[in-house]
């Protein structure tokens, strides 16, 4: 019964190559995000999107292409892999509005080493 | 914009000793505000909230206070165990912002048995 699941756990590959991280909820969250965080754990958000439409959109490089099928997934697909996309990714889901609060439920990240 | 500014660490302690996490933000509207805990290898997990000035969250014995006069959620415990070893992060959504929460930059706790 996980709230939220990312897969794979770890990936690792070679500079230049594309892949994707997938993400699913089963909490009925109508917002779902994706955060990078750095070997010194600053999280920085990415993406995120309410009800399958993108909402927020920070610097990131255009490589980096966010696809919501449905409210219950976010995919990340990252093209032209660079070392410094080496990072833990961190996908989390949210309905804001429900308690007064955006509380955050957070996957369990995806470990992702360029070499 | 709104920020959240935390102590850096990391923070060492000794089994039982009292923690306090310093953390202050700026912010335009009327935000909650949080404390996230990360254990190695996982994912953040909410700890506690406050979604208006002077409520306090607390939860596993931790305990945080919303003080509008200050901008501070400092958070606190009065007897650390080393499985409080982890990353705590602080951080506020404001819905004048959108959907966009903003988190601090982490306070890393160790604790020695």
């Known amino acids: 019964d996980t709230a939220v699941s990312q897969t794979p756990k770890y990936l690792v590959t070679q500079m230049g190559n594309d892949k994707s991280i997938k993400c699913e909820q089963n909490?009925?969250?109508?917002?779902m995000y994706w955060y990078k965080q750095d070997s010194k754990k600053f999280l920085k958000i990415m993406f995120s999107?309410?009800?399958?439409?993108?909402?927020i959109n920070e610097t990131v490089p255009n490589r980096f292409s966010p696809k919501s099928p449905d409210k219950a997934h976010l995919n990340l697909h990252i093209n032209s892999l660079e070392l410094g996309d080496s990072a833990v990714y961190f996908c989390?889901?949210?309905?804001?509005?429900?308690?007064?609060?955006?509380?955050?439920?957070f996957g369990p990240g995806t470990r992702l080493t360029v070499t | 914009g709104d920020s959240v500014t935390q102590m850096e660490g990391p923070v060492t302690l000794s089994e039982e000793a009292f923690l306090t996490i310093n953390c202050t933000y700026t912010?335009?509207?009327?935000?909650?505000l949080f404390w996230y805990v990360q254990y190695p290898g996982e994912g953040l997990q909410l700890l506690l909230k406050?979604?208006?000035?002077?409520d306090k969250g607390s939860n596993k014995g931790f305990e945080a206070t919303y003080r509008k006069e200050t901008t501070s959620f400092h958070l606190e415990k009065g007897s650390v165990q080393v499985s409080d070893s982890a990353v705590y992060f602080c951080?506020?959504?404001?819905?004048?912002?959108?959907?966009?929460?903003?988190f601090g930059a982490g306070t890393r706790l160790f604790v020695k048995a």
């Open positions: 989390a889901s949210s309905h804001p509005g429900t308690s007064g609060s955006d509380e955050q439920y």
């Open positions: 909490l009925g969250h109508d917002t």
């Open positions: 999107y309410n009800n399958k439409e993108l909402i």
């Open positions: 912010a335009t509207g009327y935000p909650s």
């Open positions: 406050a979604t208006k000035a002077d």
């Open positions: 951080a506020l959504s404001d819905h004048t912002g959108g959907f966009k929460t903003i």
